[in-house]
């Protein structure tokens, strides 16, 4: 079986084309990750800070490492994606040392279950389903991860510490697994609508009932991204990336014109914050 890696020079395109390959990497990636193991054991035997580390000590670290990841895919950095990919294989590999300093698992089980889940999970591939297109194989996913959860509901795999944003895009796609999903944008741009007077109409009621229809506001923003193709985290992320960047550059200008912008008004705020949104338009076009 080969491996699939781009037709053409690599890039952040969602167009890019995929070819099959004979694989000549697999020795050399074991043996990498058989080093990798090695350096592991060699810190956990004599390295004191990491002889100290434990499951629960590690979780944070391991959420940070994984922002910092995003944060690379949206730099759209090769070299720091590569980077970030590597802190987070090395906490894969703590965790499962760490499982089998406990005797619960190793290493190599936690990649044979995940192999056969893949195959599992894959019956279009490794068995005889027919999938046509990503979202029959995305449903046919979400129909065998729930069958194997012995009666489990079908919202139940969604992490409770998900950032809101994401768990409601989650929540969404696991609905939508079971075929509880609108049939076409234009019914989900409705109920975007409806939920925009609803949050109008609540705003002359209790504080409480005005974060209710804020948050189903939201909720169905984040429905119409997934009709959308968008994921609203990433969405929101550039923008406020977007914003950072236009007000930054507006207090350069109005350091370089001698004002202080804690003085201004805010329409010579809004003419600066226009010019730097110019400004910002001519960098990106040059």
């Known amino acids: 079986m080969g ?45 004191p800070w990491d002889r100290e580390q434990t499951f629960q000590s590690l979780r944070h670290l391991t959420i940070e490492e994984v922002y910092e990841l995003g944060d690379a895919i949206l730099q759209e950095s090769f070299n720091q994606i590569k980077n970030e990919l ?37 019956p279009h591939i490794y068995g005889q389903v027919k999938a046509e297109d990503s979202a029959t194989v995305k449903q046919n996913w979400e129909k065998i991860k729930l069958s194997k959860k012995n009666g489990s509901g079908v919202l139940s795999g969604v992490p409770v510490s998900l950032p809101s944003l994401v768990k ?3 929540i969404q796609d696991k609905a939508a697994g079971i075929g509880f999903e609108w049939e076409n944008k234009s019914d989900v741009w409705e109920k975007v609508e409806e ?21 189903d506001v939201l909720f169905s923003l984040v429905n119409y991204a997934r009709f959308l193709k968008i994921n609203a985290e990433d969405a929101l992320e550039k923008a406020n990336r977007k914003f950072i960047k236009r007000f930054e550059l507006m207090e350069q200008l109005a350091q ?17 914050w226009n010019e730097a949104k110019i400004k910002k338009k001519v960098r990106k076009s040059s």
């Open 168 to 170: 409601a895009q989650r």
């Open 256 to 272: 370089s014109r001698q004002l202080n912008i804690y003085e201004m008004d805010l329409k010579s705020l809004d003419a600066l």
């Open 195 to 215: 939920e925009i007077l609803e949050l109008k109409n609540a705003e002359t009621m209790q504080q409480d009932k005005i974060e209710e229809e804020f948050g």
């Open 3 to 47: 491996v699939r890696v781009p037709s053409r020079a690599p890039s952040f395109n969602n167009s890019v084309k995929f070819t099959n390959i004979p694989d000549h990497n697999f020795p050399e990636a074991g043996q990498a990750f058989q080093r990798l193991l090695q350096i592991m054991d060699t810190l956990r035997g004599q390295c």
């Open 86 to 122: 590597g802190d987070l294989l090395l906490h894969v590999v703590f965790y499962a040392r760490l499982g089998q300093e406990n005797g619960a698992f190793s290493i190599v089980k936690v990649i044979d279950d995940l192999c056969q889940k893949l195959i599992d999970r894959h």
